[in-house]
């Protein structure tokens, strides 16, 4: 039943949201069998525990994330919907007095550290990938997601000639309207430079193994992976020790840039798909 439910879920959810979604049933679905009870849909009191369990190990934002995800499921399922019974919102704000509810934000990647950990790669594929990345991740304003989806093909042109990436799904559009968003022209030189070494069409951001072999993708999971491992090998200005920077920090750190330089908070919003006011400034004041 729930392979059937899933499979309806294509084509309707982004990818990312159905992997997310099977993960969090799959994990559910783990802990009900060990205590004995049917996930489909399982009773309130069952949920209200598996609640009360995931606040000794979890986030608050990973345990929303699951309820939420168990919540569509029995919708779309035409189930009862047993996550909205009072003993699962009592559990669930048992969790969020024990937990709290502020997220941890991510560290900001400005302008004055993304130099430096450009200036810190070399001319290998390998090099010229991440050069590509950091560059991609801070000018776009992208989520990882989209970040890996860009290919060749999307690069393109603005009205006034300027170079640009077409975005033709992203987290804020997920009906595919599409839109185009400038990026500078050593953005552009570079995936050239790039495109001429991989030899085709597809993805531009893509894995690079130890011996320098170029594969077909980039993993979402793997823009973080590399953050790290290029922050380890740079010195930051006071020989500060890296900051632990993430997907989301291109994000966070072209807004905070942003705000500086004189934009404005809804300017702000929307280079960036923030669909409120709250949400863009609290990554903008979260430094």
Known sequence: ??????????????????????????????????????????????????????????????????????????????????????????????????????????????????DKMIEAQDDSPCGLRNKILLLMGYETMRRRAELVGF?????????????????????????????????????????AKWRNLVGGEG????????HGNIGEKLEPSAVSYILRQVQANITLPGNKKPRQWTGHSFRLGAAVDLVESGYTIEQVMRKGDWKSAQAGLRYVMAE
């Open 1 to 114: 039943m729930i392979d059937e439910l899933f499979a309806k879920f294509e084509g309707a959810f982004a990818e990312n949201t159905i992997r997310g979604y099977r993960h969090d049933f799959d994990q559910f679905a783990k802990w009900c069998s060990n205590e004995g009870v049917h996930p489909l849909p399982a009773p309130s009191v069952s949920i209200a525990t598996h609640i009360d369990a995931l606040s000794e190990t979890h986030k608050a934002a990973s345990i929303r994330r699951r309820i939420n995800a168990l919540s569509t499921i029995y919708r779309l399922g035409r189930m009862e919907d047993t996550t909205k019974d009072p003993d699962v919102t009592l559990a669930m704000k048992r969790m969020h007095r024990k937990l709290g509810r502020a997220q941890k934000q991510a560290k900001p990647l400005t302008k004055l550290y993304l």
């Open 203 to 210: 993805k531009i951001l893509r894995s690079v193994d130890k």
């Open 151 to 191: 290919e060749f093909s999307d690069v393109t042109c603005l009205l006034n000639g300027k170079p640009a990436l077409r975005l033709r799904f992203s987290k804020a559009d997920q009906y595919g309207e599409g839109r185009l968003i400038g990026i500078s022209k050593d953005l552009e030189g570079l995936i």
